[in-house]
């Protein structure tokens, strides 16, 4: 007799680790926008604007009054 339990098992295993690989990917792929989104949001808290970078993901937060004495 073949154990069941076992099987059922396995088949969890490959589930998890099938949807731990799509994930992964996802987040390997959108990762720059996504981090990129966060810093967008981090900026507007505390009151300082966003500047877009070269690629995704280089975005960062610059302080508008610095910037208007370095001008």
């Not at 792929?29 to 966003?50: P, R």
């Not at 070269?54 to 960062?60: F, W």
């Amino acid at each position: 007799m073949i154990n069941k339990k076992g099987q059922a098992l396995v088949e969890y295993v490959l589930i998890v680790a099938i949807i731990s690989i799509i994930t992964i990917s996802i987040v390997s792929y959108f990762g720059g926008y996504l981090k990129d989104s966060i810093t967008k949001t981090s900026c507007s808290l505390v009151d300082k604007e966003y500047e877009e970078g070269p690629r995704p993901g280089q975005g960062k937060c610059i302080d508008p009054k610095t910037e208007e004495l370095n001008s």
